[in-house]
């Protein structure tokens, strides 16, 4: 594999779910601590009167008098028998899951009040809090007080699969009661009376997409004995137990059918049956956050159960008579932080900026810098030149390499053919020289010393044309090297792993990065392989090993590394021991084995060595940057002496006046050393259509309010509407060509707000298919969230000038993971730069990046930055909840649960937060694409296969099963019921409803027609036909902050929109209709991409189109 693709992939491996925590009491006695552990302040409240809650726990106290349960991430108290809530918790932080000491004076509870998800404990009056794990990054789940209530158990996550823990009340670290089989996770602790034995769910890791039954089942651990007994196998899965207080039931939650019930089993008989059938919808297809059911509790006499379902509380007599509900009203009155909305215009001056240059090589003497932007290569002076091109040819130009005298850069090109290995002189003058001879994928050249040879990477044409997913540098891929005047490519070995092909000052070994193997040498016939330095990271929340190094290159005189750990750059000094393998951590620099010196603390790419192996360059954005090692230790040495000075010197007198009169010094003990950045300019001509056109006689939807016009008249100026009205009702440009649509349906352009297009890395393609299919089929802009690499910005740019056709493409760049170890505001203010100062990409995606602490760090930075944040949901309904308090901008993919009630429903409406719920992949239950596959044909649609590769297609439409079409867990065929999408849609019907904000996110599944796969799932939950193009058009501009210019069809936006043969108003399906889509202003036909206004163009055939067999030989009739 490419080592530079190796690099962004350490983009996708870094965290699934974010970890929680936050919460403060009003009456804590701790408030300032809890202040300073959550750092966002309170800016709006939601306040209301609740009768009904999502996803309740619920416990009686031990003398029957009082429920206690959560809402919203409150704590309140309320009458057994019913009647107004009392709150005990208030704030920011998110309280869960109380249970009552057995004693009835104190309440256990999880809360993040302390920054990170903990075990906490407080009176029963809500005062005296007292926590009892002292955690940041852990999950902690249902606590459970031993009988006797001096400790509390709960399941906490450490490493590996989550195990039960024992708190004593009155401190310790906490011990580990089941550690045994270290795969299955151990969930939700409940005694017998006496204590000895401890019933818990147990299930083989923490989640599974598409999952197959069962999940869980119970089990029971003997404190006496150690050993533990299975209790249960049902298909259906066993959780929640909870065991009576006078030892004769037990009670779990099982599912019959598709829906969750309440099982009740005499221990001394072993007889079952059902008590309460459908509850609450269980949440064992998600993470283990929330458990498998909320909190419930036999009453204090063993005849009936509390337990909270259909947003209401149950009293439900054990002897199966009629259930009693308990009523209830909450003064609900959550603390919100402020709103992140931005509205961002769409650029179309005449010229656009490149936003990256990619793979900046210094040449020898360090005077000028060789790079590539645009796909085109250059060449610029140091340090304030204009960037020159210096190549000529129409194929993307990639990969530079000096010559050791600096007067020839080297370079691979690819086109639709295939690529090769070129030179061209540094000035630019001549023509570039082709080097081999062969069609092949080449990467990642450099020059021997010596100058004789250049060597490369090399994978088969073939695998990059046909490449479906990101290319990650071909099934054989091998080092190679050509003459450095061309010839015959001579092979030097398989690839096996490694990649990265440099030198040192010696031509005679070629030096290679491979993650695991470290930083490796070798000689030109590939033999005598010697690893020389393995640099590791710090290991993220859960793991039990740190990662690896993204790629290492050894300085020219072998003495020095330059580690890319993460985004960050690090160089590190290299010992010869002769022995095992050196393994340097660079986590905490000043504790590694051998001096460590962190470079950056933004992040960037590409880094590389200057020929004096003094000075390191790497780039990020459009941006170069320029650490010189020998100044950075001028400066740090002067900054010592600066110190020392200060500590020797007596204290200056005072004087009256003076420290008013004079001005601030900079203090020259704590100052450090910043790298030199120069920004590139690179420009590009914007593609813009002129001229005039007008569609005539179709309904338009405006998106204007409920506005529909028919026969109508939508007036284009090159590329804006001037003109939306009833025909021969608006003014018409002369010489504006006319285009008749009557008895077609005009609708804005659809917006995929979770889009995934997967592309091909490093070497970029001339056309990249995801991006026609998504054209084709109505989708004129996209936003992915996690792209994995910066290579979206490039892309982005081509679609700009239009050297690429496709949809506009937004995106929140990589993801912000916990493998940033955000420790403080500034330091997630430092990484945010990256994405408002470097990538311009407007959002991020906040992936997992730590506890709620962190979360809110980054929530805050990304308002000062003025980026809109969205997040991943991580099926984990109470990180959800916190990121919505928060004030995030957005979540991808649906919350796991269901049903949710007003209150959640008000509380995402109040705060703004976008849901873009990808039923195609969604959480909760079987996902809906493979219903669409299983009940649909669109292996046969001949559209999608003129848009898609045949191995793409095929992978996903002939066979339905395990990993089908890259589909992680089982991908194969559920009845209709097990299908919970419906309710999902329902909860965006209810958000829309509320005044909440929604999106329409393919995530990628499949490209083009996906989109309307999902359009309808979305709309299937009760949506108007109506509000379900609103939330496929406008609202998804606004979640991407750009409605000024896109959204509807008025004057003055841009003219992205789509011709439709069907009304989908009459019928949602309708949107599959697709006659024309104009993006920009540029009129295509639907079905062939031909360019049909203001130039008649047909789409060039495209290299990866497979054909059926047409050969002579074969079984014949």
Same mark, same amino acid.
């Given at each position: ?343 961002? #215009? ?36 140091? #340090? ?161 090993? #740190? ?27 290299? #010992? ?542």
């Amino acid at each position: 594999m490419n080592a530079r693709l190796m690099t962004r992939s350490m983009w996708l491996a870094a965290a699934a779910t974010a970890i929680f925590a936050p919460a403060v009491f009003a009456q804590a006695p701790a408030r300032p601590a809890a202040r300073a552990a959550l750092p966002l302040e309170a800016a709006r409240h939601l306040r209301f009167t609740a009768s009904k809650g999502s996803w309740m726990s619920v416990d009686m106290s031990p003398d029957g008098a009082r429920l206690v349960v959560d809402l919203l991430g409150d704590i309140y108290t309320i009458p057994a028998t019913g009647g107004s809530a009392t709150r005990l918790t208030s704030g920011m932080a998110h309280d869960a899951q109380p249970r009552w000491s057995p004693d009835g004076t104190r309440i256990a509870f999880i809360s993040d009040r302390s920054g990170g998800n903990n075990l906490w404990v407080m009176a029963a009056d809500g005062s005296d809090t007292l926590q009892l794990s002292k955690t940041t990054d852990d999950l902690f789940v249902s606590p459970e007080w031993t009988p006797d209530g001096k400790y509390v158990a709960v399941t906490r996550s450490v490493q590996g699969a989550p195990k039960i823990f024992l708190y004593h009340v009155d401190g310790g670290a906490g011990i580990q009661v089941i550690r045994e089989p270290a795969p299955l996770a151990a969930i939700g602790a409940t005694f017998s009376p006496d204590g000895r034995y401890l019933w818990y769910a147990t299930r083989q890791g923490t989640w599974t997409y598409n999952a197959i039954f069962p999940q869980y089942q119970l089990a029971s651990y003997d404190r006496q004995l150690g050993t533990t007994t299975t209790m249960t196998a049902r298909y259906g899965s066993g959780f929640r137990p909870a065991v009576s207080p006078d030892g004769k039931w037990l009670a779990y939650g099982s599912r019959y059918e598709e829906k969750t019930g309440l099982r009740v089993r005499e221990l001394a008989t072993g007889d079952e049956r059902w008590l309460a059938y459908p509850i609450q919808r269980d949440n064992q297809e998600a993470m283990l956050e929330t458990d498998a059911l909320p909190g419930y509790d036999f009453t204090p006499d063993s005849k009936a159960i509390v337990i909270s379902y259909g947003g209401e509380i149950w009293r439900v007599p054990v002897d199966g008579s009629v259930p009693a509900k308990i009523p209830f009203t909450i003064d609900v009155d959550v603390a919100m932080g402020p709103e992140v909305k931005f509205q961002y #215009p769409v650029e179309d001056t005449p010229t656009i900026v490149a936003r990256q240059i990619r793979d900046a090589v210094p040449s020898p003497d360090g005077t000028r810098i060789a790079f590539s932007a645009l796909g085109d290569l250059y060449v610029m002076e140091l #340090p304030a030149g204009e960037p020159r091109r210096i190549a000529s040819g129409p194929e993307g130009e990639f990969h530079p390499s000096w010559s050791p005298d600096g007067a020839w850069v080297a370079y691979v090109t690819w086109g639709d053919a295939g690529g090769h290995i070129h030179k061209v002189r540094a000035d630019g003058r001549g023509q570039p020289v082709r080097l081999t001879r062969d069609i092949a994928t080449y990467f990642g050249t450099q020059w021997s010393p010596d100058g004789t040879r250049i060597v490369a990477m090399q994978a088969d044409a073939r695998e990059l044309k046909e490449t479906v997913q990101r290319f990650g540098g071909g099934q054989a891929a091998r080092f190679v090297w050509v003459p450095a005047e061309g010839g015959a490519v001579t092979r030097i070995r398989a690839a096996g792993g490694l990649a990265d092909p440099h030198f040192t000052s010696d031509s005679g070994r070629i030096f290679a990065y491979g993650g695991s193997e470290g930083l490796v040498s070798f000689r030109w016939d590939g033999t005598d392989q010697r690893q020389h330095v393995r640099v590791t990271g710090q290991a993220q929340p859960g793991a039990t090993t #740190p990662p690896n190094a993204g790629t290492v290159r050894m300085a020219p005189k072998g003495d020095l590394a330059l580690a890319q750990v993460g985004s960050d750059f690090y160089v590190v000094t290299v #010992p010869l021991v002769g022995g095992p393998v050196p393994v340097i951590s660079v986590a905490t620099p000043e504790n590694a084995p051998t001096p460590v010196r962190r470079l950056s603390d933004i992040g960037g790419e590409f880094p590389v060595w200057q020929a004096s192996g003094r000075v390191v360059h790497w780039s990020i954005g459009n941006a170069l940057v320029t650490y010189d090692l020998d100044r950075a230790k001028a400066f740090d040495d002067s900054v010592r002496a600066a110190r020392r000075s200060a500590a020797a010197a007596p204290p200056a007198p005072a004087t009256p006046g003076d420290t008013a009169r004079r001005p601030a010094a900079r203090d020259t003990t704590t100052a450090t050393y910043k790298p030199t950045e120069r920004r590139i300019r690179v420009t590009g001509t914007r593609d813009l259509p002129r001229g005039a056109v007008v569609l005539r006689g179709a309904k338009a939807i405006t998106m204007r309010g409920n506005e529909v016009i028919e026969n109508a008249d939508v007036v284009v100026r090159d590329n804006r509407i001037v003109a939306v009205g009833t025909r021969g009702a608006v003014e018409v440009p002369a010489g504006a060509r006319i285009v008749d649509v009557t008895g077609k349906v005009i609708v804005p352009g659809f917006v995929d707000t979770h889009a995934h297009f997967r592309h091909s890395p490093d070497i970029h393609t001339t056309q990249p298919w995801a991006l026609l299919a998504n054209l084709a089929y109505g989708v004129t802009t996209t936003r992915d969230p996690q792209t994995g690499s910066t290579d979206v910005l490039s892309y982005a740019d081509r679609v700009s000038t239009g050297d690429i056709v496709g949809p506009r493409i937004y995106s929140t760049g990589p993801g912000v993971f916990a493998g940033e170890r955000i420790r403080s505001l500034d330091q997630a203010r430092n990484v945010l730069k990256r994405y408002s100062e470097y990538y311009d990409t407007k959002t991020i995606k906040m992936y997992g990046a730590g506890n709620r602490q962190v979360r809110q760090w980054i929530m805050m930075a990304a308002r000062e930055l003025r980026l809109m944040p969205t997040t991943e949901a991580g099926l984990a309904f109470r990180t959800n909840v916190t990121m919505a308090i928060d004030g995030y901008s957005g979540v991808e993919h649906n919350l796991p649960i269901t049903p949710l009630f007003d209150d959640v429903i008000k509380l995402f409406a109040t705060s703004g937060t976008v849901s873009t719920p990808t039923l195609l992949v969604s959480y909760g239950g079987p996902w809906m694409e493979n219903y669409y596959y299983t009940r649909e044909n669109p292996n046969k649609d001949a559209k999608l296969r003129r848009f898609t590769p045949d191995d793409d297609l095929d992978s996903k439409t002939r066979r339905r099963g395990q990993g089908a079409g890259g589909s992680p867990g089982p991908a194969g065929w559920f009845l209709d019921e097990e299908y919970n999408a419906k309710a999902h849609a329902g909860v965006i019907r209810d958000l829309v409803a509320a005044g909440g904000k929604a999106g329409i996110g393919s995530h990628g599944q499949l490209q083009g027609l996906g989109y309307h796969w999902e359009l309808w799932t979305v709309a299937s939950g009760g949506l108007t036909n109506h509000d379900a193009l609103r939330v496929a058009t406008l609202m998804g501009a606004e979640a991407l902050g750009l409605e000024k210019d896109l959204g509807s069809l008025e004057p003055g936006k841009l003219a992205d929109l789509i011709v439709l043969d069907a009304d989908p108003l009459a019928n949602i399906r309708n949107t599959n209709t697709v006659r024309h889509v104009m993006m920009n202003g540029r009129l295509f036909d639907g079905s062939t991409l031909d360019e049909q206004w203001p130039r008649q163009r047909a789409l060039p055939a495209q290299p990866w189109r497979q054909e059926a067999p047409k050969v002579n030989a074969g079984i014949r009739p």
